[in-house]
């Protein structure tokens, strides 16, 4: 059994040459998968299923996960902080299964937890609180009936205060916290942890020899990570080689 982890693709129409790397991973890599999991922010904005009808690209992402999901692939995603109102139509016509916030499986004798990883960088309190806002259920409600053109000037401006808040504030703030690390993974008794979020690739080895796996984002880094016959690796893309940290 293949497994294949990737997070923080960013995908949008203007952006084409993360789409020239989706493209072939679909065509070249995902295929080998028996599942695939996108651990969030598989979309660089997303403001709610009602958008899926009138947005082209969307689609298009839509339909080669379903066409993937036909040959026989599983495919799972889970929402990020850029695609948090990804919904139940998003993910119906990727063929695709919803993860939970923080969604333990097996992957032979060992169990896995998977994160977005926002939720681990608890020491940027700025952005924590903005999270408790964009994430609960009464932003849900009332974004879900706004109007097409008041969310794209949303997304904009969330887009803006991003970058703007990326820029002023010091990567280490921005990055998970060990503690918060530790927390979760003794939570869930978990052997691994992947995540992405950080755009900050790497493995960590923790106490009792567990691990946790950075995802790569797509704009810089782009790599996955496979796991098959009881063993991790990282793959940088479209190189094909073990990269950091294979297990």
């Not at 923080?102 to 700025?126: K, M, N, P, Q």
Request: charged letters at 20%; a positive charge; proline letters at 2%.
């Amino acid at each position: 059994m293949r497994a294949i982890f990737i997070s923080d693709l960013h995908l949008a129409a203007q952006d084409a040459a993360t789409a020239a790397r989706f493209d072939a991973f679909m065509r070249d890599v995902a295929p080998q998968a028996n599942q695939l999991y996108v651990l969030g922010d598989l979309l660089h904005v997303w403001l709610g299923d009602a958008l899926l009808a009138r947005d082209a690209y969307a689609q298009r992402v839509c339909a080669r996960f379903a066409a993937l999901a036909a040959r026989g692939t599983q495919v799972f995603i889970a929402r990020g902080n850029r695609d948090f109102m990804i919904g139940a139509a998003f993910v119906r016509a990727c063929s695709a299964e919803l993860l939970a916030a923080e969604a333990v499986i097996t992957l032979g004798d060992d169990r896995v937890l998977l994160l977005h990883g926002d939720e681990l960088c608890t020491d940027d309190v700025v952005y924590q609180r903005a999270r408790r806002v964009l994430r609960s259920s009464a932003f849900h409600v009332v974004g879900n009936c706004l109007p097409a053109s008041i969310r794209a000037s949303i997304a904009r401006r969330l887009r803006k205060a991003s970058e703007a808040h990326k820029a002023s504030t010091a990567m280490t703030i921005m990055d998970a916290n060990g503690g918060a690390v530790e927390r979760v993974m003794q939570r869930h008794h978990v052997d691994h942890l992947i995540h992405g979020h950080t755009h900050r690739p790497a493995r960590h080895v923790h106490p009792q020899g567990r691990n946790r796996w950075v995802l790569s984002d797509w704009q810089q880094d782009y790599g996955y990570l496979a796991w098959e016959d009881g063993h991790f690796a990282v793959f940088p893309w479209p190189s094909g080689k073990a990269g950091f940290g294979s297990l």
